[in-house]
C-alpha cells in the first residue's frame, strides 16, 4: 500500500501548494490549521494574506488578537485563529521562538492535536509518525473495509494503531502527502474517482461496490436552529459595533447588536425615534445549528442622545475592513 500511495503522489500528486517544498515549521503549522474544516481552495487567499501581514511567528505573536481574527474573518472556526495566536505566543515565550521538533511535543501546544502535530513533525522533522485527518480516515477504512463506528473513541484508537502500523520506513513525508492528496482529489466523500485510484485493487469499499459508506460514523448530533435580530444603526458613515464575548459563537468578533426578538429591535428604535427598515433574512449554517438573522436598518439624522445597545462603539465604514466580522455581516455591510 505504501509504495503505491508514494509513487502515485510522484507522479499524480499536488506539488505546487503554497505551503509544500518548505521545512519552515511556521508556515507548515499555519496551513495545517487552515486547512481543517476547510478546503484548499478556499484556504490559498487567506494564507497568502495571512502571511503577508504576519510573515513570521514572531510577527504573529506580538500582534493585537484583535488584528489576527480580522486577518482570519471569513474563515470561520474561530477558535483556531485564537489558539493560533496563543500557540504563537507560547513558542516565543518559552521555547525562543523553535517549535518542538517532535510530533509529542508539538501536541502539547495549544490547537494542535495529534495529527497536526504528526504532519508538522513529518513534514518539517522528518520523524516517522502517522496522521489521521479526516481525508486520511475515508481512504484507510475504504481500503480495509473497517465498518466500525469510529463515534467510539476505542474504534478511533484502533485505526490509529493500524495507521501506526501501515508506516513505511522511507517515503514518510511523500506517503504523508500522497494519503491527503488521495482523500482531497479522488477518495472524496462523494462520487469518488476509484478508476483512477492507485489503490483501487486492494480497495475494500471499491470491491463491495459501496466506498460512500465509509467511513462509518453513527452518533450525529441533532442540528439545532436558533433566529435572532440584527439591529443595523447607521449615523453618517458609521455603524454602531459590539464585540462578542471572549466565549461562545463568534468568541472575539465585532457585530451588529444581536436581539433575540423583534420586539426588542422596536423598543430600541422607539426610544431613538427612528424607523426600522427590514432587510433579507440571512441565512447561516455553523457547525451544530442553522442560524437566521434578521437585519433591520435605521438610519440615524444626528449622533443619538438615547441610550444604545452597548457595550459597543462607532465605526466608519472605511475602518471595517480592519476589524474581525463574522463573513454573513461583511457581506451585508458590503
Known sequence: MARSVIAWQRRHGRHALPWQNTRDPYRVWL???????????????????????????????????????????????????????????????????????????LAMLPGIGRSTAAAIAVFCFGERAAILDGNVKRVLTRVLGDARDLSLAANERALWAIADDLLPARGIERYTQGLMDLGATLCTARA?????????????????????????????????????????????DRVWLQQRPARGVWAGLWTLPLLDDEGAADAIAARLGVALEPLPAIEHALTHFDWSLHPRRARLARKPGAPLPGPGRWVERSALANLALPAPLRRLLG
Open 192 to 236: 469518488p474517482a476509484c478508476n483512477a485510484c492507485p489503490l483501487a485493487a486492494i480497495c475494500v469499499a471499491r470491491g463491495e461496490g459501496a466506498p460512500e459508506r465509509y467511513p462509518v460514523r453513527s452518533r450525529r448530533g441533532a442540528r439545532g436552529r436558533r433566529e435572532n435580530w440584527w439591529l443595523w444603526l447607521q449615523w453618517r
Open 31 to 105: 496551513s495545517e490549521i487552515m486547512l481543517q474544516q476547510t478546503q484548499v481552495a478556499t484556504v490559498l487567499d487567506y494564507y497568502a494574506r495571512f502571511i503577508a501581514r504576519f510573515p513570521d511567528l514572531q510577527t504573529l505573536a506580538a500582534a493585537p488578537l484583535d488584528d489576527v481574527l480580522a486577518r482570519w474573518s471569513g474563515l470561520g472556526y474561530y477558535s483556531r485563529a485564537r489558539n493560533l495566536h496563543r500557540c504563537a505566543q507560547i513558542v516565543v515565550a518559552e521555547f525562543g521562538g523553535q517549535f518542538p521538533r517532535s510530533s509529542a511535543g
